[in-house]
């Protein structure tokens, strides 16, 4: 007996059309017209639409200060079956190595979506540059460098980039960077809260959209120098989008995200009273309005190709994890919840404002990460022979969003008071419902590793080259 996904209005990247979808075990077996529903389980959808679970890139767990697992149920509800993970490398620990102890550690039989991991090397050494090669054989394709963080262990050299870039490409392994100046950060900041601009409303002020810019265009040239694809992380503002537009149209393979909240807030929100803009401090920094405006236009004209949570709900929430800056912008952990939200604020501030296509939703949400990921077509799509990962949504809900409906284990929400039109009113996960309207009605801790291939993507236009 299989499940009969009957009459849903399917969308993908490409199109949209009326359909039956058959779900055996885990997977999709058929997608047609009027399938016979004899000895299926019969599931409904009619008015409603049915898209592909959501992938999100980008998200932390149990690093930089962040709750762990045992919340990650959050992204199910909110309609991503999917996540992407970055695991960091303890000094002393081989890259590889990190990846095979977080797991042990920190996912088996807690995650309850599936994930794919990205690397992040923090203890740049030849020995972690070599085992760049040896990534893919734990299901690791993609891998962070932090050109921000002067001082701090994610801090590496530019020597390291490089170094990445060229190595990574021997084995079809994706180089990641955070591009933030670290040099003029450190200057700016020392200097900001010497004179005392100590609270939340300076933080934008000690990392300014030209020094994301200059280290974005300087990952570029080394990109172009070193031949290899490159992927920005969390881009937010028009100059670092427009260097990367122009690369690509210059023939380079040079991709880039944008997150959520770069999309839907701006740095006004920095300056709220009482202290509360700092539950808005993310790095890079949240930027003026005419930033974000541009961010909606470089996802709809797909000059960034796709749009994380960058999820990251800090231990203590805003109460007791953000308040360890009271005194000084610098020292508050950086990063806020949004995993849940994601969906919902592309959706109700995106499709539903006709700012993008329906398509362009799933795009940007589902299908482009899923391949950015190397877990394509496994995840990210309606299609034959891919995990039966499916979202039925209902347009017609209305409601606003709070932190009373949220898993994230925050005590704040991000997106509070925001608008929500529609709702995953049910989720599967490779053929299992986990959440219904809102509620998380699975399984804890069944989320498994999904195995990442190298050559994604962003080795798009290097296929001649292999
Ligand atoms: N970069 C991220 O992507 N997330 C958290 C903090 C950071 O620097
Ligand atoms: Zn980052
Ligand atoms: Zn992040």
Redo the contacts with the bound molecule.
């Keep these: 007996m299989g499940l009969l996904i009957k009459n849903g209005n399917i969308i993908t990247s490409q199109n949209e059309y009326i359909a039956d979808i058959l779900v055996e075990g885990e997977k999709i077996i058929a997608i047609a017209k009027d399938i016979d529903p004899e000895g299926h389980e019969v599931v409904d959808v009619t008015d409603k639409y049915v898209f592909p679970g959501g992938v999100d890139e ?1 998200v ?1 767990y149990n690093s ?1 200060n962040s709750l762990g697992y045992e919340t990650s149920h959050a992204a199910l509800v909110g309609g991503t079956t999917t996540v992407g993970d ?1 695991v960091v490398q303890p000094a002393g620990v081989g890259l590889r190595d990190s990846i095979i102890n977080y797991k042990k550690e920190f996912l088996d039989g807690i995650a309850t979506p599936d994930y794919v991991l990205h690397g992040i090397i923090m203890d740049p050494s030849e020995e972690s540059v070599t085992d760049l090669v040896n990534m893919p054989s734990v299901g690791v394709s993609s891998v962070k460098l ?1 050109m ?2 002067k001082g701090m262990p994610y801090y590496v050299s530019d020597e390291w980039i490089f170094k990445a870039l060229c190595k990574g490409k021997e084995a079809g392994v994706t180089i990641m960077v ?1 591009a933030e100046n670290a040099d003029i950060i450190d200057v700016l900041t020392k200097k900001l809260i010497a004179e005392g601009k100590t609270e939340p409303k300076y933080f934008g002020d000690s990392r300014p959209v030209l020094s994301e810019a200059e280290a974005t265009s300087r990952a570029i040239y080394m990109a172009r120098i070193a031949d290899a694809p490159l992927f920005v ?2 881009v937010t503002n028009r100059e670092a989008a427009e260097a990367i537009r122009a690369a690509y149209n210059d023939g380079l393979s040079v991709y880039g995200e944008t997150c959520t909240h770069y999309m839907m807030l701006n740095d006004e929100n920095l300056a709220k009273p009482n202290f509360e803009g700092a539950k808005y401090v ?2 890079p920094p949240l930027r003026p309005q005419s930033d974000v405006d541009f961010m909606w236009e470089a996802i709809n004209k797909g000059w960034l190709t796709s749009v994380g949570s ?1 999820h ?1 709900a800090i231990m203590g929430g805003f109460t007791e994890g953000k308040v360890k800056g009271k005194n000084d912008f610098s020292k508050i952990p ?2 806020s919840p949004g995993v849940q939200e994601r969906l919902y604020m592309l959706w109700t501030y995106g499709v539903e404002t006709g700012r993008i296509t329906r398509q362009k939703f799933v795009e940007v949400c589902c299908t482009t990460p899923a391949k950015v990921c190397g877990i394509y077509p496994q995840k990210g799509d309606i299609m034959i022979g891919s995990d039966a990962d499916i979202v039925v949504f209902d347009p017609n809900y209305r409601g606003v969003i709070s932190n009373k409906d949220s898993l994230s284990g925050s005590d704040y929400c991000t997106y509070e008071g925001y608008k929500q039109k529609g709702i995953a009113e049910k989720v599967f996960l490779r053929g299992k419902l986990v959440a219904e309207n809102g509620k998380f009605v699975g399984e804890l801790g069944k989320g498994k590793q999904v195995m990442s291939k190298p050559y994604a993507y962003c080795y798009e236009k290097f296929k001649e080259q292999r």
């Design positions: 980008h932390h930089f970055f932090f921000a963080y955070h992380v969390h993310c790095n960058d990251c950086p990063g």
